[in-house]
C-alpha cells in the first residue's frame, strides 16, 4: 500500500487514465466485500447461527445472553440489530478522520482487514457458541460498515457528476458479480461435502471462513490503486478528537444547515432499511418458515446475484434517460409488489421462491447504486466521509430498525410470514418522504453542480 498523497482536485480535472485506474481499484473493493454480504450475511450465517442457538436453548426455546431472555429463532435478527448500534458510534469516528487528514487508505486497510479476520473467524463457530456467532457478526458487520464509509467517500473524488450514475452501478454490480461467483463455488462444495469428505456442518464453517479470506484477499488491489487526497484547510481538528456519540450528533447538527439532504437521507434510511432487512432474513424465512433446504436457498441467491448484476447496469442506464430520483421511486413500487408477494408463497414450493428472489434481484443491485450516486451530489465538498458516516448506517447489511421489527414480530406471533410482511412499510414510507426531496435544490444547496438528468 503506498503512501502517496496528492491535493484534492476537481475530478474533471485529473486525467483521464488516473481517474480510470482509481475507478477500477474502487470497483474491487466492492468485488472483496460483498462475498461476505452475500454468503455470510444473506446465505448462511442465518440459518447456521439460529441452529446454533437453538442447540443452546433452554425448554422454552430461549436463550440468556447477558441474563436476557431471547427467543432462539430471533437472536440472529438481534444480534444484527446490536451490530449497528456499535456501528453508529465508530462510524462517525472513522468519517471525521478520514475527511480532517485525507488519509483515508489507513482506515479502509484496517477496517477491511478486521472484518476479514472475524470473518475467517467463524470457521470455529460449533457446538453451542452461539455467543460466538454473535460477537464475530458484530466485529465484520461494524467493520464492514467503517469500510464502506471510506469507500463510498472515495466516489465524489473519483468520479464527476456526469459519470457517478455509472460508476456506482458498476461497483455495484462488481458485487453481484462476486458474490454469484463465490456462491457457485460454496454451492458446490456445499452439495457435495460427502465426496470431499467433511460433514455438512464443516461445509457451512468453510464457507463463512472463505468469504473472510477473499475479502482479504482482494482489498489489496484498491489499496494499491486509490489515492490519498490531501483535507480542505476548513477541516477542524476538533472533531477527530469527539466521541462517537457527539461526532454523530455534529455530523447531524452540519446536515441539519442541508435540510433537502438530510430528508434524502431520512427517506433513504427507512427504504433501505426495508432492502438490508430482506437481505439478511431472506435465508431465515426461507428455510425456518417455508421448509427450504439450504441448497435451494443458495440456488435462490444465486439466481439474486446474477439478476442484481444485470439489474444495476439497467437501472443506470434508465436513470440516464428518467433521472435517479424517478428510476429509485419506480424501484420502491417494485419492492412494494414483491415483498407484499412474499406472504403467500407457500411452503415447500422451491419454483415460487425462485420467483420472488428473481423479483429482488431485478431491483435490487439498482435501488442501491442509484441512491448510492445521488446522494454524494447532495454532499458538501470535504465531508465526504463523515456525511456518508450517516449514510452507511442502512447499507449492506447495516440496517437496524428493519432486523428489530423483524425479530420483534417473530417473537411475538411465532410467524415468519407476519414477520417478513411487517417490511413492506419500509418501502411505502421511504417512497413517500423521497417523492417530496427536491433533489435540484438540494444539489445547488450543497454548493455542487447540478447535471442534466437527475
Known amino acids: 500500500m503506498g503512501t502517496d498523497t496528492v491535493r484534492t482536485a476537481a475530478p474533471a480535472d485529473e486525467s483521464a487514465a488516473a481517474r480510470r485506474r482509481e475507478q477500477h481499484g474502487w470497483y474491487i473493493y466492492d468485488w472483496a466485500c460483498s462475498v461476505y454480504s452475500t454468503s455470510v450475511l444473506t446465505v448462511f450465517l442465518g440459518p447456521y447461527l439460529t441452529e446454533i442457538a437453538k442447540s443452546a436453548a433452554d425448554g422454552d426455546g430461549y436463550v440468556h445472553p447477558l441474563g436476557v431472555p431471547v427467543s432462539a429463532g430471533s437472536f440472529f435478527a438481534y444480534a444484527v440489530s446490536a451490530s449497528v448500534i456499535v456501528s453508529v458510534f465508530v462510524m462517525p469516528l472513522a468519517g471525521a478522520a478520514a475527511d480532517r487528514t485525507g488519509r483515508k487508505k489507513p482506515l479502509l486497510a484496517v477496517a477491511a482487514y478486521v472484518g476479514a479476520a472475524s470473518t475467517a473467524g467463524m470457521f470455529f463457530l460449533d457446538g453451542d457458541r452461539y455467543l460466538l456467532g454473535g460477537f464475530l457478526l458484530i466485529v465484520s458487520n461494524a467493520s464492514l460498515a467503517v469500510s464502506m464509509v471510506v469507500y463510498n467517500s472515495y466516489l465524489p473524488q473519483i468520479a464527476p457528476p456526469h459519470e457517478r450514475d455509472a460508476v456506482s452501478s458498476r461497483g455495484w454490480a462488481f458485487g453481484y458479480a462476486a458474490g454469484a461467483l463465490v456462491l457457485v463455488a460454496n454451492l458446490v462444495l456445499f452439495l457435495a461435502h460427502d465426496t470431499f469428505g467433511v460433514p455438512e456442518s464443516t461445509a457451512v464453517r468453510i464457507c463463512l ?90 440456488v435462490a441467491v444465486l439466481l439474486v446475484q446474477v439478476l442484481a448484476v444485470a439489474g444495476a447496469l439497467a437501472m443506470g442506464r434508465l436513470a440516464r434517460t428518467y433521472g435517479a430520483k424517478r428510476t429509485i421511486l419506480g424501484s420502491l413500487v417494485a419492492w412494494t409488489v414483491t415483498i407484499g408477494a412474499g406472504f403467500f408463497l407457500p411452503a415447500g414450493a422451491p419454483v415460487w421462491f425462485f420467483v420472488l428472489a428473481a423479483g429482488i434481484g431485478l431491483v435490487l443491485g439498482g435501488s442501491q447504486a442509484l441512491s448510492r450516486s445521488l446522494f454524494s451530489h447532495l454532499v458538501p465538498a470535504g465531508k465526504e466521509a463523515e456525511y456518508f458516516s450517516a449514510y452507511e448506517i442502512s447499507d449492506r447489511g447495516m440496517a437496524w430498525l428493519g432486523p428489530l421489527i423483524f425479530g420483534l414480530t417473530y417473537q411475538l406471533t411465532g410467524s415468519y410470514r407476519d414477520a417478513i410482511v411487517s417490511l413492506v412499510a419500509f418501502f411505502v414510507i421511504g417512497f413517500a418522504l423521497l417523492a417530496r426531496v427536491p433533489v435540484r435544490r438540494a444539489i445547488r444547496d450543497a454548493g455542487n453542480p447540478v447535471p442534466d438528468r437527475i
Open 209 to 298: 471462513a472463505s468469504a473472510g479470506v477473499w475479502w482479504g484477499a482482494f482489498t489489496l488491489v484498491p489499496l494499491r490503486r486509490l489515492r490519498d487526497r490531501e483535507a480542505p484547510p476548513s477541516r477542524s481538528s476538533s472533531q477527530g478528537s469527539a466521541r462517537g456519540r457527539r461526532q454523530l450528533a455534529s455530523t447531524v447538527r452540519d446536515m441539519r444547515r442541508h435540510p433537502h439532504t438530510l430528508a434524502f437521507l431520512l427517506a433513504y434510511l427507512v427504504y433501505n432499511d426495508g432492502v438490508q432487512t430482506v437481505i439478511s432474513q431472506a435465508s431465515v424465512y426461507g428455510s425456518e418458515e417455508l421448509g427450504l433446504d439450504q441448497s435451494t436457498l443458495i
